[in-house]
Nanobody
Framework: QVQLVESGGGLVQPGGSLRLSCAASGITFSIYRMGWYRQAPGKQRELVASATIVGKPTYADPVKGRFTISRDNTENTVYLQMNSLKPEDTAVYYC??????????WGQGTQVTVSS
């Protein structure tokens, strides 16, 4: 059974930082591209950052320079370090694992709220 379990969300003040984690099980983690997505109320889910199987990152423009994605293939975990958080970063953040074959899996999400 495939599981992606996110953790690390919470309430933070503007300008603060959070580190999200996504622990994967039931898949061969090292052969999956890993991504972080987010969905704010009333908006579509959007890609935040992704990392290839060798860890090459890509970022959405709104988070460039503030967020960093990394992966540990020995721990089957992907991370999202979020710095200089803004109220517009408030959303539910989801982890996704996917392959070019079309296989893909989602986590249940973790809430991030940026507010003073």
């Amino acid at each position: 059974q495939v599981q992606l379990v996110e953790s690390g969300g919470g309430l933070v003040q503007p300008g603060g930082s959070l580190r999200l984690s996504c622990a994967a099980s039931g898949i061969t983690f090292s052969i999956y591209r890993m991504g972080w997505y987010r969905q704010a109320p009333g908006k579509q889910r959007e890609l935040v950052a992704s990392a290839t199987i060798v860890g090459k990152p890509t970022y959405a423009d709104p988070v460039k320079g503030r967020f960093t994605i990394s992966r540990d293939n020995t721990e089957n975990t992907v991370y999202l370090q979020m710095n200089s958080l803004k109220p517009e970063d408030t959303a539910v953040y989801y982890c996704r694992a996917d392959r070019i074959t079309g296989a893909n899996y989602w986590g249940q999400g973790t809430q991030v709220t940026v507010s003073s």
